[in-house]
């Protein structure tokens, strides 16, 4: 290589190429629409070289309204009784969702008290007695009441109309979503009698870019202060049977927003969770229009369909006519049916598909125009004017490579043109700027610069959030506390980093089954956790969804003290398994935002929540993994569990009953030998009658073995200690805890 010897760079030149990568800097942080259009030009181009392939096994298919049906059954509008037909076939071939992107805001023309209407007077009156029944719309409702059906609105800007009445609930984890949704004022509903009958309703509103090209699928959208989902969303909804979106948002727990208020992180529709963007919408991967996603409309009003190619499947209703001016543009297709493009949304959630464009995607974008920078600057001085070209040529080359790789195999959107853009701007202005020096022209550096400095246009959308309110509601929840014991000699033997890794390889698969069963993660205490069910979400079995989580952690213990004592061995270090102690209580509690008006979180207070905490601390006297309270006990049928003693807890005159989980127990196969012997035990120490209590302990421990050797050591002890010193009469058997 060939170097420029005695190039004497002007004092300008750093300062010129960092207030030149600063502005560019700004330019990308301020994102005029010229950026915009390099950003979706790059994006666009990933989809044409690696389109999706349409995966005729997804459950997504589009009932076409096409030529062939409107010239069978005649010219759009059809009649509502035809509707009505289309709607209870295919209810009839078993869909599990069947929606409509045709909106019916007005009356069948076709219908009796319609034609009626159009009559004259005289001939009115005569026909007006076949005008009192039911006409096709409210026969189309009654279809629709029958069918898994959902319907579409239009969302507008105009002034609200009838109240929009949500046909699903909404609980949100985290900050609240709505100042970041698409807003509108008003919707062109159907008929109050359609509404009325559709089990969903979903917005058909697209959100296309400044050059109309779909590129998002919004999954949710905000009129007035409710909370619309769109018909893909609602139609998934009722295939999946839920009633309530899970919105999960900036400052939920495991989402991580650092305190800011970001938006939308993700959405669960019954067992499925989408990641959304911060506005409620996907970023799709498209395909091409494929015929094997439609079927004809006569064919099923004719018939001519077979169960199987319905049932179990999402149904769209749609038309890919022309002329009834259904088309969108697509990064892949300049006109595609809308009704398509709903089904692309479905097919992308169903395969779990995901297209991301990662939070931090700006901060790589704007380091690698800033380091690649001011290393082009640095060598480029040193080079011939033809290889600091060929740099140039390789630097834009290599960051589209890189953000090609990205998309292709990691689903990451990184825009290349951008800081490729500027690059070689850069290296062109170094170029021409060396090639000035030598030329002795060293005048024009700034003007060859600014030949090259794009200008900026500021488009700024302030948006005010309302912050959440402090505050909770008082409701039965079932509260788990868990706990390591012997935390601190454990601790004491590690580092600094090696106490990180096992507390994160500890809580990270004790958190995921508490997640698994829908339990609301309230605090890490350190080693601890605090979990509770039935809030945000209300589930009926909160208490058993409890009682199965806490079984699983115990189980997953040995997994990973199995895992960690062959690591340990391999290490050439002694091992002591790790225990731990999970105590659970079903109550009212307080729950809610709780904290101060500048920093809350979602948690719990109450008695029962301190209750809870005594119950993990009983573990370790007991020696059993969980100890359950009688409430949840009661609540948690189906759970066996075997009763323990009957405690009065510090701070609380009334005792409590608390059981062991049999499931959590090893070699719980002889519960059902221990229980009537157990009860025998407890019946005759709760009276006193010590010799048949010590007769009956001996039998107990010889039918459980040593599953339960710590608790009949411990009971042991204190009958005992009680036979020396007997108590009152009326003495309810209740053990008092001197400790919290």
């Known amino acids: 290589m060939r170097l420029v010897k005695n190039v004497r760079l002007g004092r300008f030149y750093l300062p010129t190429v960092c207030i030149f990568l ?3 800097v700004a330019g990308r942080l301020l994102d005029p629409f010229f950026v915009q259009a390099l950003r979706l030009i790059a994006f666009d181009a990933y989809q044409r070289m690696a389109p999706q392939a349409y995966d005729p096994e997804l459950p997504v298919r589009i009932i076409d309204i096409d030529q062939d049906s409107l010239a069978r059954y005649g010219q759009w ?10 709607a209870s076939r ?36 005569r026909l007006a007695e076949l005008a009192r029944g039911p006409g096709n719309d409210a026969a189309f409702a009654d279809a629709l009441a029958r069918a898994p059906s959902v319907l579409p609105l239009v969302l ?3 002034p609200p109309g009838a109240p929009y009445a949500p046909k699903a609930g909404y609980a949100v984890l985290g900050d609240d979503p709505k100042p970041f949704l698409p807003p509108f004022s008003g ?3 159907n008929l109050p009698v359609l509404d009325a009958a559709a089990h969903g309703l979903g917005a058909i509103n697209w959100i296309p870019n400044r050059d109309q090209v779909v590129r998002r699928a919004p999954l949710f959208f905000r009129l007035g202060d409710d909370i619309v989902p769109s018909l893909a969303a609602e139609a998934l909804r009722i295939a999946v049977g839920a009633s309530t979106y899970q919105l999960k948002a900036s400052n939920a727990s495991g989402e991580t927003a650092f305190g800011a208020t970001s938006g939308l992180n993700h959405v669960r529709i019954g067992d499925v969770e989408i990641p ?3 506005d409620g919408a996907i970023t799709l991967k498209f395909r091409h229009s494929n015929p094997a996603a439609f079927i004809p409309a006569w064919m099923v009003l004719s018939g001519a369909v077979a169960e199987q190619d319905i049932a179990g499947k999402i149904i769209l209703i749609g038309t890919s006519t022309p002329g009834l001016l259904d088309l969108r543009a697509t990064p892949l297709d300049e006109a595609l049916p809308g009704v398509e493009i709903h089904a692309m949304t479905l097919e992308h959630i169903l395969a779990g598909r995901s297209l991301t464009r990662l939070d931090y995607a700006l901060a790589v974008e704007e380091f690698v125009i800033i380091a690649l920078g001011l290393l082009l600057a640095f060598i480029m001085p040193r080079l011939t004017p033809a290889y600091a070209a060929a740099i140039g040529v390789a630097v834009f080359a290599s960051i589209n490579v890189d953000g090609w790789l990205a998309y292709r195999y990691w689903n990451l959107l990184f825009d290349p043109l951008y800081p490729a853009l500027v690059l070689v701007m850069l290296t062109a202005g170094i170029t021409f700027y060396i090639y000035r020096q030598v030329e002795r022209q060293r005048g024009e550096i700034r003007g060859a610069f600014g030949r090259y400095l794009a200008p900026a246009v500021v488009e700024e959308i302030i948006a005010d959030p309302a912050r959440l309110e402090l505050g909770g509601e008082v409701r039965e929840l079932s509260l ?9 000699s454990i601790s004491e033997g590690l580092t600094a980093g090696e106490l990180t890794h096992f507390i994160n390889e500890l809580l990270t698969p004790l958190s995921d089954i508490i997640l698994a069963e829908r339990g609301t993660i309230d605090k890490y205490m350190g080693d601890a956790i605090m979990a509770f069910w039935n809030a945000p979400l209300a589930l009926p079995d909160h208490a058993a969804r409890a009682c199965r989580a806490a079984v699983a952690m115990a189980g997953r213990m040995s997994d990973l003290n199995r895992q960690w004592r062959d690591e340990a061995a391999a290490a050439g270090r002694s091992f002591k398994d790790v225990r731990i102690g999970i105590g659970i209580n079903t109550g009212e509690c307080c729950v809610g935002n709780l904290g101060s008006e500048h920093r809350f979180d979602y948690s719990a207070i109450g008695d029962e929540v301190n209750i809870t905490s005594r119950f993990e601390g009983l573990t370790k006297l007991y020696g059993v993994a969980v ?11 189906g759970i066996p569990a075997l009763e323990l003693d009957l405690i009065r807890v510090k701070g609380r005159s009334q005792p409590t009953r608390i059981y062991a989980l049999a499931e959590a127990l090893d070699g719980s196969e002889w519960l059902a030998r221990l229980r009537p012997l157990q009860q025998s035990l407890l019946e005759a120490y709760r009276a006193q009658r010590w010799d048949e209590a010590q007769a009956r302990l001996a039998d107990c421990r010889a039918a459980a073995g040593v599953a339960l050797d710590a608790y009949y050591g411990a009971l042991g002890e204190r009958i005992a200690v009680l036979r020396r010193a007997p108590r009152e009469a009326n003495w309810d058997g209740a053990y008092t805890m001197t400790e919290k």
């Open 22 to 24: 600063a502005l560019a």
């Open 77 to 86: 509008p059809w009649p509502r009784a035809l509707m009505r037909d289309l």
């Open 90 to 125: 295919l209810a009839e071939r078993k869909a599990v969702a069947i929606a409509f992107d045709v909106l019916f805001a007005d009356p069948d023309q076709n219908s009796m008290e319609e034609v009626v209407k159009r009559l004259p007077p005289e001939q009115a009156s």
């Open 156 to 158: 507008t800007n105009r």
């Open 187 to 189: 919707a062109d509903r």
């Open 276 to 278: 959304i963007d911060a």
């Open 480 to 488: 788990m506390f868990c706990d390591v014991r012997n935390f601190t």
């Open 627 to 637: 100890v359950v309270g009688e409430r949840t006990v009661q609540q948690a049928r």
